[in-house]
């Protein structure tokens, strides 16, 4: 089984190497249909990711008939299809000329100024929609740099590399786990030097969750944001991301959610979920959460732990979505 397991991981590393190094050297157009073609045909095909999707959506859309869901599973699939052909594409990018594109498409903005105008850092929490990515190379063009925090995958090579190609970018990647430096001591560093964080914010990594409605039913999202900016002061901004109808991108920044003190954790956090909600509810199609999240498909229920020192803050994960 392990000798499986390895094998499993080393094609996987070795297929994520081939598309950073093939995607950038071939005509974008033909590949992006391609991986579009591949995201409709993994709905049509109900893979384990494609049905997780789908039941997903089935809570954002519960009137949906389903044909409906079944459209918009494939719709949702082949818009994840695009997230994952910009990962491999935008190490070819002109950057500066991305920037531009997006930034008549950026709203909220003065939200995002006042924050850092308070000089305590902001707490930026987003859910997997759109490409989170390239909103995080319009934040390095706006503030220079932000950190965020990524999961190891395995193997450890397939790590360095989706962690090189998020420094290449201009983003600071702080290892979740193992380093000598716990990430959460990272974080606060960083805001209280005023700087800003990035955190996705709709999936649990560990057991460490605030229970919330959302689109009507128990669910869980992960308690680092709310605590994070609670344990130093700094400012919480929900930030919507999605795809444009016209083939770019999107962005918008929320007004701050109040968080005083460990007592507004789960309240803060209440109110990232329905920010959430009601961004997704506008594009559900560039929602790409393939994992469980509601209290029913868990299986399980996270126990939130609501103290906010900084050394053990929860995170929300930027690989994979």
Do not use: K
């Not at 702080?174 to 209280?192: F, H, I, K, N, W």
């Not at 016209?246 to 979920?273: M, S, Y």
């Amino acid at each position: 089984m392990t000798h499986l397991t390895n094998w499993r991981e080393r094609l996987v590393d070795s297929a994520y190497a081939l598309g950073w190094r093939m995607v950038g050297t071939v005509p974008p157009e033909p590949t992006l249909r391609l991986f579009q073609a591949a995201g409709g045909a993994a709905a049509r095909l109900g893979t384990p990711g494609a049905r997780r999707l789908r039941r997903n959506l089935s809570r954002v859309r519960p009137t949906a008939t389903s044909a409906e869901l079944d459209e918009l599973t494939r719709e949702a699939m082949r818009s994840c299809a695009r997230y994952w052909w910009e990962v491999f594409e935008l190490p070819h990018t002109d950057l500066r000329r991305l920037r531009e594109v997006v930034d008549p498409h950026v709203t909220g903005r003065d939200n995002l100024d006042i924050a850092l105008a308070r000089g305590r850092g902001v707490v930026l929490a987003l859910p997997h929609s759109g490409n989170w990515d390239v909103a995080g190379v319009w934040l390095v063009g706006c503030l220079g740099r932000f950190t965020t925090v990524m999961e190891r995958p395995r193997p450890e090579s397939l790590y360095r590399r989706f962690a090189d190609y998020r420094r290449a970018l201009g983003f600071e990647v702080v290892p979740l786990t193992g380093d000598a430096t716990s990430a959460a001591s990272v974080l606060a560093e960083r805001l209280r030097a005023n700087r800003a964080v990035c955190l996705l914010a709709d999936r649990l990594l560990a057991g460490d969750g605030v229970a919330v409605s959302f689109f009507g039913e128990p669910a869980f999202l992960p308690a680092g944001p709310a605590r994070l900016a609670a344990a130093t002061g700094a400012a919480l901004l929900p930030v919507g991301s999605w795809f444009t109808d016209d083939g770019g991108w999107a962005v918008r920044f929320h007004r701050p959610i109040p968080v005083a003190g460990r007592e507004d954790v789960a309240p803060a956090t209440q109110a990232l979920a329905d920010t959430f909600a009601a961004d997704i509810g506008r594009r559900p199609q560039d929602w790409h959460l393939l994992r469980p999240l509601w209290e029913a498909d868990l299986g399980h229920v996270p126990v939130h732990v609501p103290a906010p020192a900084p050394t053990h803050v929860g995170h929300g994960r930027t690989w994979p979505p």
